[in-house]
């Protein structure tokens, strides 16, 4: 354990918060923040695109909703590490494009159950009353379905984004995890602890901003459900 | 298809399996690291769970904490603990998986234990037991579906989670992928494959023998009731 007693000897020149780091590295820090902003926000999109659909389709279709839920489940249990070891190969490891896939492939499975579940909760006199009022299905669920259902799908879209922002350190391992980047970087570096405490406290901010943030959207989109209260 | 071509050799050579930091080697180590881990992790949440879930207080406790975890990177704890008091080697790898096994136990025990029929504990307590033979005769039989619930996801969790251990030269099954890429794609792309391959059939192996184990546990009247309760545990998202 010699390295153990290595890490406590420098701990006078390695110090954990250090403003010196981050003024001298604000670019590199910038840059790292910059991919992990992007990495999460085109992810948490491309699923969302992907996912609601498919929420509607299990929604519709009742005998689609256990195979979907099914597919998503076994994606949602396989280690980000292997989806990485899968795609990289295949798209080019160099390239974010295959920490972007794995991302999409993971928050999959918590948007398409929350989507559900919000649907689901849609009271039945409000579909009666659209219904009666001469909605179609597509009609329906424009106005009247996905809106009601809208606090499921938020919910649904804050555990992708909060879990999406932490996953983004897994690409570090091909230089494209944004903040992870610092991380392991930092690590690697003789174990840099200003360089990893950085990045792991604007990874963690950045979830939280992230995530009330779309608490805040969500209620600018649903007044009525402030109103209620 | 050369790739997929390239990791099955490199599956079919024995040397691979039997060398040492092959894929025994690293098999062994990914189960011994993911078995501390859960253990450490059993050990400090059922505990817990089961007392806030038996006085019923703590509920926003439990939610803080599941979604405080979330937002963590397993890459930083994984990085940071090492340089802490607890040293390198295994135990700070153990710590950093423990961290995320807590949160799934946590829950589904006190969920456990709060979904007793108040009726029952009524019922359980006219009968003049005391709160200890409650929580033991009544409270914890219910319960154990929870229990094995929560075992199985967090067990799930931390095998899967247990591959990154490799970004910080932990071992387990990770360090075949680690490795592979960082030797190159252009050498190495069968070995990557081959490493995610081993790693990802691991995690839905410990899934399909724990959902076995779970339903082996659940006393038959139980097991309808348990489904119901999934939907509802996924309802709130605290799943």
Known sequence: ?229 | MNIVSQAFTWLNDPLNWTNPGGILDRLGEHLAISAAAVALGCLVAWPLGIWLGHTGRGGSLVVLLSNLTLAIPTVALLTILPLTFLGFGKPPIIVALAVFAVPPLLANAYTGMRQVDPETRDAAKGMGLSGGQLLRRVELPLAVPYLAAGFRTAAVQVVATAALASYVNGGGLGQIIAQGFGLGIDVAGGQILAGGLLVALLALAVEGVLAVVERLVTPKPLRQERRRADRETIATGVA
């Open chain 1, 1 to 229: 354990m010699s390295l153990h007693g290595l890490a406590f000897q420098d701990a006078p020149g390695n110090p954990w918060f250090s403003w010196d780091y981050i003024q001298s590295n604000s670019t590199a820090i910038l840059d790292a923040l910059g991919e992990h902003v992007t990495l999460t926000a085109e992810a948490v999109g491309l699923a969302a695109v992907i996912a609601i659909p498919l929420g509607v389709a299990a929604y519709w279709f009742r005998r689609l909703s256990g195979p979907i839920l099914a597919i998503s489940g076994v994606l949602y249990t396989i280690p980000s590490l292997a989806l990485l070891a899968f795609v990289a190969p295949v798209v080019g490891p160099t390239r974010s494009t295959s920490v972007l896939i794995g991302l999409v492939l993971y928050a999959l499975l918590l948007i398409v159950r929350n989507t559900l579940t919000g649907l689901n909760q849609v009271p039945s006199e409000a579909q009666d009353a659209a219904t009666g009022m001469g909605y179609g299905r597509f009609g329906r669920l424009l106005r009247v379905d996905l809106p009601l259902a809208l606090p499921g799908i938020l919910t649904g879209l804050r555990l992708a984004t909060v879990s999406t922002v932490a996953l983004v350190t897994v690409g570090a391992l091909i230089g494209k995890g944004g903040l992870g980047n610092l991380i392991l970087g930092g690590f690697n570096s003789n174990f840099h602890k200003a360089e990893i405490a950085t990045g792991t406290i604007l990874c963690v901010l950045l979830a939280l901003v992230l995530d009330l943030l779309l608490v805040g959207v969500g209620r600018l989109l649903t007044p009525w459900a402030r109103a209620a209260r």
